[in-house]
């Protein structure tokens, strides 16, 4: 027997009942973002690799999936450089794209390439896969959906305000409890400032974004191993252990970085996005975590994560403030803040919570014409065409065979509604509609069924 196919590892087939789901997310996301004024754009799913070397830090560039240039790509290269060459030098020669690894990048370079023809501020959004190259696991896959909005060209905090009620908005309409967590890149740097290790404030954020995953003992071994002297390591715990409401971290901040400038400003900055967001009528907790890194290299303010409080799983939603993204594209001075839901995980939250609607709340079909025979078939085709009219989804079945099997299969696609239309029926200009929910079943003019069903 022949193997069955299959796929690669860590992506995922989906079949209608998935996609019914996952388009409940995507269409919920989408008209958050419009009703705050995000206008919809897409990139290529591959990107020139210039485009996205060196933004995502080290390990992120790791994690790039790269392709092979077309035709010959072995042309020009000599077995030994084959055998001497490091993997990263090797593929950087076989290889000028990469898939995109996420859908901030591509959008600055989207920006600069068309800057002529954007009005600024441009609020834009986009919903499409991204791939990296990670170690497949529960909640974490290589090929998964973002869904981001973004605003070029204002470094107003009115935008972050925004943006966090955007993320309140559309976890209240998943009915989702979440956990919103806020920091500041210009904290951390004050940091680092303060403990006098400003040069390894990569190396610090990049180990304080893994306390949730790793604990705080192998946090201080991380920062250690990667320069940090075990005095700038002792004088981090009290900040990494902070505790207290938001006014009270913010207050201890003040006094922790007086001496620094730039951790003064990232306070403010956030103490302005908290201050503003008090009397938005948030329904979700938000709370500033000085733990809160985001490995991205590119984050230079505010910067956001979102966890759900029901399900153990990582960061649903995430996103920063960028201020000079643009100007790795030539194009310097341009701030930007965005967010991005992480719709896969979003999809396995409501699926362990149970909170997806009824397939036929998200736009399956509602109702299925029985198929009798060739004569019945044409006149429900009539009837079925009025009913698509009036904006209902609806089948005819295809095959005139036996109706066991027929209800069977509105059972299966959970249909609410079947229309029986025989000699009977046909004679009378009538329809017999079956509430296949109640069982119940009455003689109907097409005219009702529509506005039954409907």
Not at 135 to 163: H, T, W
Not at 265 to 285: C, P, T
Request: charged share 25%; aromatic share 8%; with cysteine.
């Amino acid at each position: 027997m022949a193997q069955k196919p299959g796929i690669p590892k860590g992506t995922r087939d989906f079949g209608p009942n998935e996609m019914a789901r996952r388009n409940y997310i995507f269409n919920t996301i989408r008209e958050v973002y419009a009703l705050y004024g995000f206008r919809q754009i897409e990139t290529p799913a591959m990107e020139n690799l210039g485009t996205l070397m060196g933004k995502y830090g080290e390990e992120g560039d790791k994690l790039l999936f790269k392709i092979l240039n077309s035709g010959n790509f072995m042309n020009g290269i000599t077995a030994q450089e084959i055998e001497e060459a490091s993997p990263a030098r090797l593929a950087a020669q076989l290889c000028d794209r990469g898939l995109r690894y996420d859908l901030t990048v591509p959008f600055a370079r989207f920006v600069v390439q068309h800057r002529e023809e954007l009005q600024l501020p441009f609020k834009r959004f986009q919903i499409q896969p991204v791939w990296r190259a990670d170690r497949p696991q529960k909640g974490r896959y290589r090929e998964f959906y973002q869904c981001d909005a973004d605003v070029v060209g204002s470094a107003s905090l009115i935008n972050e305000v925004e943006l966090m009620q955007i993320v309140d908005e559309v976890f209240t309409r998943l009915n989702i409890r979440v956990a919103i967590k806020i920091n500041n890149r210009k904290i951390l740097s004050g940091i680092a400032e303060i403990i006098g290790a400003p040069e390894k404030i990569t190396d610090i954020t990049v180990a304080i974004d893994k306390l949730d995953k790793i604990g705080l003992d192998k946090v201080n071994e991380e920062l250690q191993a990667g320069g940090l002297s075990a005095e700038a390591v002792e004088k981090l715990q009290p900040i990494l252990q902070m505790s207290g409401s938001n006014e009270e971290k913010i207050a201890t901040m003040r006094s922790v970085l007086a001496e620094s400038e730039t951790g003064l400003l990232g306070v403010d900055e956030v103490a302005f996005v908290l201050d503003a967001l008090k009397g938005s009528g948030l329904r979700n907790v938000i709370e500033l975590d000085l733990t809160l890194a985001r490995g991205l290299n590119y984050y230079t303010g505010c910067i956001f994560e979102v966890k759900a409080l029901d399900v153990q799983i990582g960061s649903i939603t995430g996103g920063g403030r960028y201020d000079n993204l643009t100007g790795i594209f030539g194009l310097p001075g341009l701030s930007g803040v965005g967010i991005s839901f992480g719709a896969d995980r979003i999809y396995d939250v409501l699926e362990q919570l149970q909170l997806f609607p009824e397939a036929s709340a998200m736009g399956g079909v509602r109702l299925l014409f029985i198929n009798f025979g060739e004569r019945e078939a044409a006149h429900c085709l009539r009837l079925a065409a009025e009913a698509r009219r009036a904006g209902i989804a609806t089948e005819v079945y295809p095959d005139s065979t036996k109706m066991k099997k027929q209800m069977s299969y509105a059972n299966a696609l959970q249909v609410p509604f079947v229309a029986l239309v025989g000699e009977t029926e046909m004679a009378e200009g009538t329809v017999t509609l079956k509430n296949m929910q109640t069982g119940e079943q009455q003689s109907v003019t097409p005219q009702q069924l529509i506005e039954i069903v409907k």
